[in-house]
């Protein structure tokens, strides 16, 4: 699973100011699980295209890489609900 970073694309919470200074206790729930290649010279940044074809600029790479063992998924099992069909199906092939 070498060259391949999990990324989360995110639903970004209505920021909630009550006054200047950034916005405390806002943090964007994960709306899809995506698979994108290694961006070119690195092994931690993704690439600029999930295997979908979304763009990754807006996207966080998830804290946990994928295992790399055979048969294990390249996703975490909690999120297994919220990963990208195409992405996974990608990874099928591959």
Do not use: N
Not at 25 to 42: C, D, L, N, S
């Amino acid at each position: 699973m070498s060259g391949i970073i999990v990324v989360h694309e995110l639903d970004m919470p209505a920021p909630a100011r009550t006054g200047k200074g950034p916005v405390h206790g806002a943090q964007a729930a994960v709306r899809r699980v995506h698979a994108a290649p290694a961006a070119p010279g690195t092994t931690t940044e993704p690439g600029p295209r999930t295997l979908c074809g979304k763009d990754t600029f807006a996207m966080e790479a998830a804290p946990r890489p994928p295992s790399g063992q055979p048969g294990s998924p390249w996703y975490a099992p909690a999120e297994a609900e919220l990963v990208c069909s195409s992405c996974d199906a990608a990874m099928d092939d591959t």
